[in-house]
Protein backbone atom coordinates (compact mmCIF):
# COMPACT_ATOMS: atom_id res chain seq x y z
CA UNK A 1 0.00 0.00 0.00
CA UNK A 2 2.96 2.50 0.42
CA UNK A 3 3.28 5.84 2.47
CA UNK A 4 0.57 7.28 -0.23
CA UNK A 5 -2.03 4.96 0.41
CA UNK A 6 -1.56 5.31 3.77
CA UNK A 7 -1.85 8.94 4.11
CA UNK A 8 -4.88 8.40 1.41
CA UNK A 9 -6.89 6.25 3.96
CA UNK A 10 -5.80 8.48 6.90
CA UNK A 11 -7.24 11.83 4.94
CA UNK A 12 -10.28 10.16 4.21
CA UNK A 13 -11.05 8.25 7.91
CA UNK A 14 -10.85 11.99 9.48
CA UNK A 15 -12.73 13.36 5.97
CA UNK A 16 -15.72 10.90 6.79
CA UNK A 17 -16.06 11.53 10.58
CA UNK A 18 -16.51 15.01 10.04
CA UNK A 19 -18.99 14.82 7.01
CA UNK A 20 -20.90 11.82 9.27
CA UNK A 21 -21.72 13.59 12.14
CA UNK A 22 -23.54 16.41 10.20
CA UNK A 23 -24.98 14.39 7.32
CA UNK A 24 -29.20 14.11 8.55
CA UNK A 25 -31.06 15.80 5.73
CA UNK A 26 -31.58 15.19 2.22
CA UNK A 27 -30.41 19.00 1.40
CA UNK A 28 -27.04 18.24 3.55
CA UNK A 29 -26.20 15.27 2.03
CA UNK A 30 -27.13 16.72 -1.99
CA UNK A 31 -24.22 19.69 -0.91
CA UNK A 32 -21.77 17.87 0.37
CA UNK A 33 -21.99 15.27 -2.16
CA UNK A 34 -21.89 18.19 -4.59
CA UNK A 35 -18.63 19.59 -2.54
CA UNK A 36 -16.85 16.42 -2.55
CA UNK A 37 -17.22 16.22 -6.15
CA UNK A 38 -16.33 19.98 -6.63
CA UNK A 39 -13.07 19.26 -4.32
CA UNK A 40 -11.81 16.02 -6.40
CA UNK A 41 -12.55 18.06 -9.36
CA UNK A 42 -10.24 20.75 -8.23
CA UNK A 43 -7.96 18.51 -7.25
CA UNK A 44 -7.80 16.79 -10.93
CA UNK A 45 -7.04 20.28 -12.32
CA UNK A 46 -4.47 21.32 -9.36
CA UNK A 47 -2.95 18.19 -10.58
CA UNK A 48 -2.51 18.98 -14.44
CA UNK A 49 -0.88 22.01 -13.54
CA UNK A 50 0.69 20.99 -10.33
CA UNK A 51 4.47 22.42 -10.63
CA UNK A 52 6.72 20.10 -8.49
CA UNK A 53 6.00 16.33 -6.67
CA UNK A 54 4.90 17.49 -3.34
CA UNK A 55 1.82 19.52 -5.18
CA UNK A 56 0.81 16.93 -6.80
CA UNK A 57 1.10 14.27 -4.08
CA UNK A 58 -1.06 16.43 -2.59
CA UNK A 59 -3.92 16.82 -5.16
CA UNK A 60 -4.03 13.20 -5.79
CA UNK A 61 -4.40 12.93 -1.83
CA UNK A 62 -7.75 15.33 -2.23
CA UNK A 63 -8.91 13.29 -5.22
CA UNK A 64 -8.26 9.50 -3.34
CA UNK A 65 -8.42 10.50 -0.03
CA UNK A 66 -10.82 13.04 0.33
CA UNK A 67 -13.09 13.47 -2.92
CA UNK A 68 -13.52 9.50 -4.07
CA UNK A 69 -14.32 7.84 -0.60
CA UNK A 70 -16.43 10.81 0.86
CA UNK A 71 -18.91 10.93 -2.28
CA UNK A 72 -18.61 6.99 -2.10
CA UNK A 73 -20.29 6.67 1.62
CA UNK A 74 -22.20 9.42 1.09
CA UNK A 75 -24.36 7.58 -1.69
CA UNK A 76 -24.22 4.77 0.73
CA UNK A 77 -25.92 5.77 3.28
CA UNK A 78 -28.12 8.53 1.24
CA UNK A 79 -29.36 4.86 -0.24
CA UNK A 80 -29.28 3.15 3.20
CA UNK A 81 -32.10 5.98 4.56
CA UNK A 82 -34.20 6.10 1.64
CA UNK A 83 -34.79 2.45 0.49
CA UNK A 84 -36.24 -0.17 2.28
CA UNK A 85 -34.41 -3.43 3.71
CA UNK A 86 -36.53 -5.50 0.88
CA UNK A 87 -34.71 -3.52 -2.04
CA UNK A 88 -32.08 -2.40 -0.62
CA UNK A 89 -29.27 -4.52 -2.77
CA UNK A 90 -31.25 -3.66 -6.17
CA UNK A 91 -30.63 0.06 -5.47
CA UNK A 92 -27.11 -0.30 -4.22
CA UNK A 93 -26.33 -2.65 -7.70
CA UNK A 94 -28.27 0.18 -9.88
CA UNK A 95 -26.45 3.05 -7.88
CA UNK A 96 -22.93 1.28 -8.98
CA UNK A 97 -24.15 0.52 -12.66
CA UNK A 98 -25.22 3.88 -12.85
CA UNK A 99 -21.77 5.06 -11.69
CA UNK A 100 -19.86 2.98 -14.04
CA UNK A 101 -21.99 4.03 -16.88
CA UNK A 102 -21.65 7.59 -15.83
CA UNK A 103 -17.91 7.09 -15.55
CA UNK A 104 -17.55 5.16 -19.08
CA UNK A 105 -19.70 8.14 -21.36
CA UNK A 106 -18.51 10.74 -18.92
CA UNK A 107 -14.67 10.06 -19.61
CA UNK A 108 -16.24 10.30 -23.52
CA UNK A 109 -17.62 13.66 -23.18
CA UNK A 110 -14.63 15.12 -21.04
CA UNK A 111 -12.12 13.59 -23.49
CA UNK A 112 -13.42 15.14 -26.68
CA UNK A 113 -14.11 18.43 -24.24
CA UNK A 114 -10.95 18.82 -22.63
CA UNK A 115 -9.42 18.54 -26.65
CA UNK A 116 -11.71 21.18 -27.50
CA UNK A 117 -11.17 23.79 -24.98
CA UNK A 118 -8.66 22.38 -22.34
CA UNK A 119 -8.33 19.99 -19.58
CA UNK A 120 -8.99 22.86 -17.24
CA UNK A 121 -11.79 24.41 -18.57
CA UNK A 122 -13.49 20.57 -19.26
CA UNK A 123 -13.19 19.50 -15.73
CA UNK A 124 -15.02 22.68 -14.33
CA UNK A 125 -17.42 22.73 -17.05
CA UNK A 126 -18.31 19.05 -16.95
CA UNK A 127 -18.29 19.08 -13.30
CA UNK A 128 -20.58 22.26 -12.64
CA UNK A 129 -22.84 20.81 -15.25
CA UNK A 130 -23.23 17.38 -13.46
CA UNK A 131 -23.83 19.17 -10.18
CA UNK A 132 -26.44 21.86 -12.04
CA UNK A 133 -28.50 19.07 -13.57
CA UNK A 134 -28.77 16.19 -10.46
CA UNK A 135 -32.11 15.86 -8.91
CA UNK A 136 -30.67 14.27 -6.11
CA UNK A 137 -33.35 16.52 -4.03
CA UNK A 138 -36.06 15.20 -5.10
CA UNK A 139 -37.68 12.34 -3.11
CA UNK A 140 -37.81 8.96 -4.42
CA UNK A 141 -40.22 6.31 -3.24
CA UNK A 142 -39.21 2.14 -3.78
CA UNK A 143 -42.47 -0.34 -3.20
Not at 45 to 56: E, H, K, P, Q, R
Not at 70 to 90: D, E, P, Y
Not at 103 to 124: E, K, N, R, W, Y
Request: hydrophobic fraction near 55%.
Amino acid sequence: MGAPGVCSSAAGFFALRIVEAGLDGVGIARRVYALTCFSGMLGLVMLAVASDANIGGADVLLVSGIAIKVTRTVSVIWVNRRTTSGVLATVHSFLDQAESTGGIIGGFALTLLAQVAGISIALIAFTCALVTLSHADRAMTFP
